[in-house]
Each structure stands twice: as C-alpha cells, then as structure tokens.
C-alpha cells in the first residue's frame, strides 16, 4: 500500500482534509472512505478541488503538488 511509503504527517494531512471536505466534496463517496493508494489519494484531492471553495481548492492543490507524479520531473523551462 502507498499510503505506507507516504510521510506519516502527510497522511495525516490528507486524512484531515477528507474529513473536512467529506460532506461538501465528497458526499458521493462512502462515510468511512479514505484513500489507500497514491491514485486514490490524487483523485481525492481532484475531487475536493473541483468541489470545493477556495481555501479547500488551496490546502488540496498544495497536497496534491507534494504528491503529484509530475511534481518531481525537472521544467520544461529549465
């Protein structure tokens, strides 16, 4: 499971962000869901971005950047 490999405060981040946005971001997914593999975890952070405010757009965003796969490969600009 991926969710083993991520830092344990990450975790914990993403998990507090589900339940912060689970009844206006992700009201179509299970009550006790949480994510449990990275593909999991970017789809979450997809939906509470595209769902939410603002601020959840802002906090999922930064998460997801941490997390993304693309995140890592050096710019094109570069």
Known sequence: ???????????????????????????????????????????TLDYIRRYGDREAFRKAGELYQWLSPDSSKPSAAL
């Open 1 to 43: 499971m991926i969710m083993n490999l991520i830092d344990k405060n990450l975790r914990k981040q993403i998990n507090h962000l589900v339940d912060t946005y689970r009844d206006r971001c992700l009201w179509f997914l299970r009550a006790d869901y949480y994510p449990n593999d990275l593909q999991d975890v970017l789809r």
